[in-house]
């Protein structure tokens, strides 16, 4: 059984014959869609002080795009669901103090406009990959939106989703790789590195890798980078932090500073 | 790896042994959680004439719980996308005129208001099982809700958006399975019957069965239907119209009227 | 993606249009293909007491179908590897004490011929069901053959297995759907009951279903025997024990007795 | 729910901690499990001039180890099932004329010697790697074996598929990640590339990777080289055909000398 694109209707805006080049989005002089670009960042925003730590020693090494998350679309209700507004308010001191430009997550309709005042690019987590009112919206907002495929979403519906905010006006759509739901017991999902230049064959949209939801384990976010890259990444997104077993969330797979240290080594420092 | 339900906390109000008794759903004299209930009507909310037609010929045949969806969280941008506010209206005469009770999707914060005057039961669909924002305003809601099981999702992750809903004081909820994503290409998705005993033996939510969705494909309906009966299944969710071919959206998986009567017939015909 | 069937060849002798009529397989007055069959026995042939013992229980309740397995392809060397030709001289006893048509598998080429002296039916496991020397091999075997479904096998592969056999000019072959590898993570597998009428509606074959193995959990045979049967299986394969808990291998999937009981009466009597 | 080696038993023979170095397989001054390795060929043995043109002209590229199935279990029995013993006449012929290691798979128990006699590794395919009685001859067999992971394997069930042949007394395994079963439909399996590092981690035996089969796509084959090199893979199994669209199997996945000439100079040539 085909997805449904084959029966319902064509790619059209994110397919590479649309435009004449690959998609590039302009931060100053920070490119996304050039040469490798990495963002990285705790899991959630945590405290104030935590994080503006956090934020601070990532750029001393050369980080220019910082993650973290204010909104969490826990699994559980009882899990940490983030500081909200006040994370928003945390991250605005960090992009003052630090420079670095904002990575965060929206996770509805009614956060778009609070969120794009602090973020330089809005993600989309893959739980809400086929939330298509916030697609729609997305489509009218003026920053960058990165967007996560669905853990079961084949490329064809990743592709429409993002046609979805194409189509609304908002050409600068990052794609990002997280990893799919299958039967492997040793790792959170599967990453999908074939998806990487499939879409680049597909699309001229930059095309990301997130190692750490993709693995859930610290010990493959080195290899799994590297192999992401080496298929043809635009970017990763690693989740970092200076106490890793101290995150609020998903500590299992955020690396500390040290071995963040060792990746930017092996890929041959991306930030330098 | 198990899921995150064992790592971050507990499930407690939609477990068993928080109430002593099984959830009944009371609509008048219906019950939902009591003797096989069955939803069906058309995938989308058509035209004022279709819609009423079908919904007057399924009243006839003694049906309660008439489904539709009014707006449509489609995969591509390109496909019919419902009639919105339109096809609420168009709900409410059908509501009006056959006293069918409605069940209708609601796929975002901004239209909970809108869809609840209308519907007796508001649906989550399963591209927005993982979306904590609805689920979270939906725990305020007045009204029953038809929660699917997201396409990747495990139990527990099921369990726990329902724990969203419950938490916020909304204690009617009805899960829904719909068939789940595996490697199968000769249906839609794998319709996961096992989930349905394993359900009702965790939780005191009803349990319904979406065959349509989870399998795609018409000649599948009624033996599906008849395995999720013996299967323990409190109700059923079945695409109806009376001309198939002709529906708007989800065709393939659209049964006729008289397909359906011979549905209700094998079932020992619930509606009588 | 679609199934190599498509692209390599058509099914042939396992179609509807090849016979005129379903394939029964006659056993004396015990048909297969014909009312519901069940097969059931401990999951591996123990010592001769156990075995016997088990035998003349079930064949006190009617049985007449009797499965054990002397030859065990465990995913474990040091898991125990059955009784093997010791294993079917018990059998071999079963057959003659109790008149139970002995069900057991062959588990490669260098054993057919000592297995098909004492089976009534030779069984190939999920594990085997590509192994094609054997299947070719077992076409020409002058004995009914049982084959499972591979864990991840497209239905088309599990027609293309059958072909091979009915090929070689053994037309007695019997379906098996025995779960399939997803991503759930409450049951061993996941038991595609969609597959039963699919297969009902391609093949002339008998479809039987094996809820011990799909599962992997006791408290599911019931409702999953109940739902296959409504969903049109032939027959069910069904791991009993009297003392379950002391099974040799799959403890966690085996049925007592009583067990068996209420679900022969909850199945309407098979046995008569 | 764990795999079963966590229930039955623990992993002995495969894990890093019984060996104190890295399992090499040595064939005069060619090494596995040292640097990375190509094995490469056509996926069948086809007429021996076509064959003996293919391996002359790998050769000339500084090819050391030529793949070349004599015996193929293909799903279907109407599709080319190999030339059998007249294959491995022409891979002896290869190997005397070429000087080529020459790696061929054994399907059954009954093929092992006059396959061992000719192969310098004998592969086992993801069809048989549950294939138990195979794995116990092959311990007993004194060629290394190419052992690759079934499509719907747990990394721990390959583990004890080699534990079985370790357990025979045969120390020289290769493992094989060749791709597994999940719902994506752009590529016939999903390459599992974080087995690479979790197998290394694990035990002391060499990793390979077939892109070719795994994704079934010639497009692929050079990103998921890189990617899996990338990510530690001792070595490659590559399909190549001097005319590709020619082949007798598997044409779609297999690339001409050309596109062969330009993945050996992006992984820096390995042939060197």
Redesign the interface.
Known sequence: ?????NE???L?LVRKNVLKEKTKIYFGSDIIGDKLCIIAGPCSVEDETTTLRIAEKLAKLGLRFFRAGAFK???????F?GLCEKGLTILEKVKKETGLKIVTEV????VIDIVAEVADILQVG???M?????L?KLGCCNKPILLKR???A????LF??A??IL?GGNSNVILCERG?????????F?????A???IK?TSHLPIFVDPSH???RR??II??S???????ADGLLIEVHDEPDKSLSDADQTIGIKAFVTLLRELDNPLG
Do not use: H, W
Not at 154 to 157: F, G, H, K, T, V
């Open positions: 059984m085909r997805s449904l694109v319902d209707c064509q059209q679309p826990r699994c559980s209700p009882y899990s669901q996770i509805d309709i009614g893959a739980k809400n086929g939330n298509t009112s916030l729609k669905g853990m079961a084949q490329l064809d519906e429409l989703a046609e979805y189509l799919i739901r299958t039967f492997n017991n040793y790792t959170r599967t990453l999908d590195i074939a990487i230049p499939m064959d993709a693995t859930g010990d493959l290899p799994m590297k192999a992401s890259v080496a298929a043809g």
